[in-house]
């Protein structure tokens, strides 16, 4: 659980990267990774969905998720003046940069490193989300949605299963979502969602479940959010023999009032 508070608005975000029951079962490590941060300048929440069928999909998704928290970190405020069509790019350069100067990450065959990203990035009352591949990403107004974004299925080929775009292909920066824009009244919570949790996000509908997430983000604390929403996903997960995929949640939500101090993340 993290917090960063901006003109007396207190934003939470917590979240968590699990290993589905097929990798446990194969011996695969958990391609999902998630990375964020909040603090006293911002938040950034990133998730990553690395590619199954590629070989390093897991270490490509972990690096990915801390070199582009990294570069919104340190750019947000030049990528905002950009317009949307170009932030992409500029993420997208800087991502490749960042993968070339890692003596370690550039050993390996890009194309073996593949992964989805999703992420949102909150400073001084101004936000940039981005989302290329799979998964959901949405943001809510008091719980009606104010933004959804999902893999667009605008070809033939999109209608098989585990076929998405990923942020190491040629083409990459045509099929980026990007958004940008001002929090005053546009919206109040997040949610970040790996392809492995359908029944918490689909069709352009969010399950009640995730609302009552929210709202307990803003009232409890942390070691019972902690337990509470992941093992009740994890119950939901173990119920169901169809979930087996790796899977991947932010949360991240509005409050008016500061949080316990185990909370806050003062880096």
């Not at 897991?58 to 990915?64: K, P, S, T």
């Not at 023999?241 to 880096?267: L, Q, V």
Request: charged share 25%; net charge neutral; hydrophobic share 35%.
């Amino acid at each position: 659980m993290k917090l960063f508070c901006e003109k007396n608005n207190y934003w939470i975000c917590y979240g968590k990267a699990n290993i589905g029951k097929s990798h446990i079962t194969n011996n695969i490590p958990c391609q999902d990774k998630i990375s964020y941060c909040c603090n006293k300048h911002g938040l950034i929440a990133v998730l990553c969905d690395g590619l199954g069928s590629k070989e390093n999909a897991d270490i490509g998704a972990e690096f990915v998720s801390f070199a582009v928290k990294k570069i919104l970190d340190k750019y947000f405020f030049e990528m905002f003046q950009l317009e949307e069509t170009k932030i992409a790019e500029f993420l997208l350069k800087h991502l490749i940069e960042d993968l070339h100067k890692n003596s370690q990450i550039c050993e390996y065959e890009i194309d073996s490193l593949k992964t989805t990203l999703m992420f949102l990035a909150i400073k001084k009352d101004h936000y940039i989300l981005g989302h290329i591949g799979d998964g959901v990403l949405t943001l809510l107004d008091n719980d009606k949605i104010a933004y959804y974004s999902t893999i667009k299925k605008n070809t033939q080929e999109l209608e098989y299963a585990n076929t998405t775009f990923t942020v190491f292909d040629y083409d990459a920066k045509e099929h980026f979502t990007i958004k940008k824009g001002t929090i005053t009244n546009s919206f109040n919570s997040g949610i970040l969602i790996s392809d492995g949790l359908p029944f918490l996000a689909n069709s352009n509908k969010i399950a009640p479940k995730v609302i009552s997430y929210l709202d307990l983000m803003k009232t409890s604390d942390f070691s019972f959010i902690d337990k509470e929403i992941n093992d009740n996903i994890l119950r939901i997960i173990n119920s169901k023999e169809i979930y087996t995929d790796d899977w991947s949640y932010i949360f991240i939500a509005n409050c008016s009032r500061k949080k316990a101090k185990s909370f806050f993340d003062n880096r």
